[in-house]
Each structure stands twice: as structure tokens, then as C-alpha cells.
């Protein structure tokens, strides 16, 4: 099949699995019609981190895709994985900043200098890099405001006020943070673990 298809790539790995995989008899294959070897760990991550299972990068794998949530037990995420540099590189190029970018913002001055316009209005963001390799997106996030109890009537409220803030004056953003004040105090839980008075009338957004 891989002689009659020529696949750019052959992807190894599965949900399920009850024996071994043949790493090393597929990287033969694709060595055979020039095809790249990525094995999918998500399942199996744990394992061959604890080095049960056979590590598929040294089997001949040249990739090795993995969830950081499963049997990793970490936050939700994900790894690429791989022994040679030069594709680390490309993967790094593609993945950031290329589909891991978010909202171009270059009409509005660039991601740097918007980032700093919420920050005054007690709204925090980040300034992220686009696969043109300017500094021109804003990130933005809502992972502190959701476990704090905040639904979707209020992510709407901070988004306009994000949006707000990008054309204001000094003046006005001081105004806005008087605003975000008032809808950060709603949320007491977070008061309670802030670990500053800082940081009471801001949203990691």
C-alpha cells in the first residue's frame, strides 16, 4: 500500500493497544517510498516515560505526538516530540507562531503596545508573535475568570472591554479600570486566594 499510495507520512499508534508496535519494521517502509514515521503516544506517553514500553523515537520514529493530560497526568496540552534538530526547528516554526497565534492587531499599534493598553485598565493580556515574525497578535485567555465562577454573559463583558481599551486615551483606560473593579469584585472566591491587593481588580485574560 505505502508503494502504491507514496504517503508523505505514515502515522503508527492507537487508543487501544495490546502489543508492541513494529516501529522499526514501519521505518523501514517509509524509508522505502520517503515517507516520515510519526507515532501517536497519547496513550501511551505514561508508559514510555516510565520506560515500560519502547521508546518509539529511538525504534525509528522521527516524531512523537503525545496529550500531557492522559497518562501523563498533567494540565491540558500537548507535546511533540523528536531527536532531530533540524525538524525541531520546523515544528517549532509552524506550531509558534504559526497555528498557536492568535488575533492579528498590527492596525492597532502591534501586540506589545496593545498588551500595555489593558494592563492599565486592569485587563491582562500578552503580546504573541505571527508567522510573519512580528510581535503583531494579542492573546487572549480566559483561565483565570472560568473556575472563578464567571459564565459567558461575563466573558462577553470583558471582551468588550478588551476591545474598548484598544483605542482609548490614558484617561479613559484609567476610567475602564474603575469598571473592571466592579466586575472582578463580583468574583469573592478569587479575593479570598488572590495573594495580593494587586492583583483584586485584574483578570488574566
Known sequence: MARRVRPAAITVGGSLTLSIHDVAGVRAVADDVGASVIFDAAHL????AGRVWPNPLVAGADVMTMSTYKSLGGPPSGLLATNEPGLAERLDAIAFPGITANFDVADHGGGTECARRPAQAGLLTSAIGLPSGTCAGLRLGVNEMIPLGASLDQVD???ELAE??????APELEQMASEVAD???RFSGFLRTAGSSNRASEFDV
Open 45 to 48: 506517553s505514561g508508559l514510555i
Open 157 to 159: 463583558e470583558v471582551a
Open 183 to 185: 466586575l472582578r469584585a
Open 164 to 169: 474598548r481599551t484598544l483605542p482609548a486615551s
